[in-house]
């Protein structure tokens, strides 16, 4: 199976984690996507990664639905549980993570496409949405504890902010929560770089 994904996308990273700790085995094809690959398009027609290629040539995305395709490959273990409210749970988290994701990248193309004369309100309501979402996580640490597929989103999606905005690190019990789980090492090795 090939996944191609860039090092610094925070949606292939809960795919690769995933891979990493169940034990499932990818070729990585880092993509350009200010160039994308005739690879990357014939397996999105929107050219986004993470695209996942299976062996028999099939494509799966986007990242919610290729996590889903790797978790069931195996059980070592469940990253979201097969039913039931604590399903529910985990893909709403995954979803507010990839939403913060989404938010982070806006902030940061809004600055790096118009360095000079970026628009301040629209950054500021990206920044103002990210705080708000970090008082969201905080409060509910608690149900991040088991490792399932909502901290590795969580931590995918702040490791983004870090690296594209780095003054808006998270501090306080966030912060704890966030170094502490950032030491296992599938979330090491998927660390962004540029
Ligand atoms: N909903 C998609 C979002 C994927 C996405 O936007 N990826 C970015 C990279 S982090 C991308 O491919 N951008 C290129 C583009 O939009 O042209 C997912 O969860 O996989």
Redesign the pocket.
């Known amino acids: 199976m090939q996944l191609l994904y ?1 090092k ?4 292939a990273r809960k795919a690769r984690v995933l891979a990493l700790e169940k034990g499932i085995k990818l070729e990585l094809v880092d993509e350009d ?1 200010q160039n994308k690959s005739p690879r990357l398009l014939s397996a999105n027609p ?5 695209t996942l290629i299976l062996d028999d040539g099939k494509t799966i ?4 639905v290729i996590c889903q395709y790797l978790d069931a490959l195996n059980d070592k273990p469940i990253f979201i549980p097969r039913s039931g409210e604590k399903r529910y749970e985990v893909l709403k988290w995954e979803a507010m993570a ?1 939403d913060l994701m989404t938010v982070g ?1 806006n902030a940061y193309m809004e600055k790096t496409r118009h360095p000079k004369d970026f628009s301040v309100p629209f950054v500021a309501a990206q920044e103002a949405g990210i705080h708000r979402a970090y008082t969201y996580i905080e409060a509910r640490l608690d149900s991040l504890r088991e490792f399932t597929l909502a901290p590795v989103a969580v931590a995918s999606a702040i490791g983004y902010v870090h690296f594209r905005l780095p003054h808006l690190e998270v501090k306080g019990a966030l912060a704890q929560w966030f170094t502490e789980i950032s030491k296992r090492p599938s979330l090491a090795q998927t660390v962004p770089t540029a």
């Open positions: 860039t610094r996308s925070p949606y996507l929107l050219g986004k990664v993470p995305f986007d990242s919610p990839d990248i």
